[in-house]
């Protein structure tokens, strides 16, 4: 069992780490979601993420989330093959929580790849996405 901290990890190169590591039938559990990083213009981010969102019906999707450890399930849903037997089999072994649990408080957390403390160029919180698609649980 592997307990990564998403803190200031950005978003599309932690999903493909975790991704590898889960498809070699590693558990994986990712804390501090919220503080996951999407790079790029802020209102850029918010006109795609709207886009998904309002795809399609409520009745009949495609469903997109609003919280933030969802999201983040949600991109790494996106580097798996999850429709298949072993895709559904290695996204079950991945877990996502918004801030640290009590169960893993005194883990030892991993980063993945640099923790980037400021982009360059622009970027958002998950936590700022999840908030502008509507989401009431952010503090």
Request: hydrophobic letters at 35%.
């Amino acid at each position: 069992m592997e307990v990564i901290n998403a803190k200031n990890c950005i978003l599309g190169r932690l999903a493909t780490e975790v991704a590898k590591k889960a498809e070699r039938e590693e558990e994986i559990i990712i804390i501090n979601s919220e503080q996951a990083i999407i790079s790029g213009k802020k209102e850029d981010i918010f006109k795609k993420y709207l886009e998904r969102r309002r795809r399609g019906s409520p009745q009949h999707g495609p469903f997109f989330p609003s919280k933030p450890d969802q999201i983040v399930m949600r991109a790494i849903r996106g580097m798996l093959p999850y429709k298949t037997r072993e895709g559904k089999e290695t996204f079950k072994r991945i877990k996502v929580f918004v801030g640290v649990p009590d169960k893993y408080k005194n883990s030892e957390f991993k980063k993945i790849g640099k923790q980037v403390d400021k982009l360059k160029g622009w970027s958002i919180f998950v936590s700022e996405l999840s908030k502008f698609l509507g989401n009431k649980d952010n503090e």
